[in-house]
């Protein structure tokens, strides 16, 4: 991830970590207690949308 959470804890309602992105090919997300959501959507230069 491009913005490291290492080990922070992230309460319901804050904005910290909303924005992150992958920096690399693969990323891998742990949740020790509580929900997440995770949204990854694939962008490539030939899509138009970058």
Known sequence: ????????????????????????P???VQVDEGEMLVVHIWLTLRSGIW
């Open 1 to 24: 991830m491009h913005y490291s959470l290492d080990g922070d804890v992230l309460e319901y309602g804050e904005s910290r970590g909303v924005s992150n992105y992958m920096s690399g």
């Open 26 to 28: 693969a990323a891998r």
